[in-house]
């Protein structure tokens, strides 16, 4: 009997199974701690997770914030977008 490989899966924080992510994106507009605040708020960050994942985003330009499926992206994705971030899901 011959056995299949399987392909490993991406598995969000959630343990839904869905690999989407939500990423912030770099911009020249809003302060450190600004999008620190925010990520606390909105995503439900703890401030040192906040605090790398802005430095992360400022460094490479980017850096996912948050995974799960889309239904549950898209409005935490409104959210920061009504708040002046940059953010997409991938």
Do not use: W
Request: proline fraction near 6%; charge should be negative.
């Amino acid at each position: 009997m011959v056995k299949e490989k399987l392909k490993p899966r991406h598995f969000d924080l959630e343990g839904t199974g869905h690999g989407n992510s939500l990423v912030l994106h770099n911009d020249e507009v809003n302060s450190f701690d600004y999008v620190i605040e925010c990520l606390i708020d909105i995503c439900n960050h703890e401030p040192e997770q906040a605090e790398q994942c802005a430095l992360i985003a400022h460094i490479k330009g980017k850096c996912p914030v948050k995974s799960g499926i889309p239904s549950q992206l898209k409005p935490v994705q409104k959210r920061l977008n009504e708040c002046g971030l940059t953010a997409t899901i991938d």
